[in-house]
């Protein structure tokens, strides 16, 4: 929900997005007030989560937290994720803890953040750079599954979870 790099192997909880490692580290960061990070393959998930992820997953985080995100907003690049730059850092604290951008409030000045700058990276993302992560399901708690798949994760929960981050 918050960076072009995939294999997305951690979710937040309670709002109901899945994130990458580097995220999942800002997310913790951020206090389990605001972002409660779990991971897909170490953590046994209950049925509540799997619950949430199925109703949110990361087009409806993003079309909520996002609603206002500026046009000339810096997005974070692929590197940035890689490096957990300053910019991965800005932009996640911006979207959640501070809220600057989510439905139902009004766009920030442009003062309140960083102007983009040439990037010495590839460019930011957009919503077509996320490719489907491995589904959680109730009680799960296998190993982890390397190729990315849904390997010792087989309930009804894993199909309608994979498409909430469609939709």
């Given at each position: 929900?918050?960076?072009?790099?995939?294999?997305?192997?951690?979710?937040?909880?309670?709002?109901?997005?899945?994130?990458?490692?580097?995220?999942?580290?800002?997310?913790?960061?951020?206090?389990?007030?605001?972002s409660k990070?779990?991971?897909?393959?170490?953590?046994?998930?209950?049925?509540?989560?799997?619950?949430?992820?199925?109703?949110?997953?990361?087009?409806?985080?993003?079309?909520?937290?996002?609603?206002?995100?500026?046009?000339?907003?810096?997005?974070?690049?692929?590197?940035?994720?890689?490096?957990?730059?300053?910019?991965?850092?800005?932009?996640?604290?911006?979207?959640?803890?501070?809220?600057?951008?989510?439905?139902?409030?009004?766009?920030?000045?442009?003062?309140?953040?960083?102007?983009?700058?040439?990037?010495?990276?590839?460019?930011?993302?957009?919503?077509?750079?996320?490719?489907?992560?491995?589904?959680?399901?109730?009680?799960?708690?296998?190993?982890?599954?390397?190729?990315?798949?849904?390997?010792?994760?087989?309930s009804s929960?894993?199909?309608?979870?994979?498409?909430?981050?469609?939709?």
């Amino acid at each position: 929900a918050d960076c072009p790099l995939h294999g997305l192997t951690w979710i937040s909880i309670n709002i109901g997005a899945f994130v990458c490692l580097p995220c999942s580290g800002i997310h913790r960061n951020l206090g389990v007030h605001i972002s409660k990070v779990r991971s897909i393959s170490m953590d046994a998930l209950n049925d509540d989560w799997v619950d949430n992820m199925e109703r949110w997953g990361n087009a409806r985080v993003n079309a909520e937290w996002q609603a206002n995100l500026p046009k000339d907003y810096p997005l974070p690049s692929a590197a940035d994720a890689d490096n957990q730059t300053a910019v991965l850092d800005r932009f996640i604290r911006d979207k959640y803890e501070k809220q600057l951008f989510k439905k139902g409030g009004k766009p920030p000045p442009s003062s309140t953040y960083l102007k983009p700058q040439a990037k010495a990276t590839s460019g930011g993302w957009d919503d077509d750079d996320w490719d489907a992560a491995p589904a959680p399901t109730r009680g799960a708690s296998g190993g982890s599954n390397p190729a990315g798949g849904n390997q010792g994760m087989g309930s009804s929960a894993v199909g309608a979870v994979g498409a909430a981050l469609g939709g």
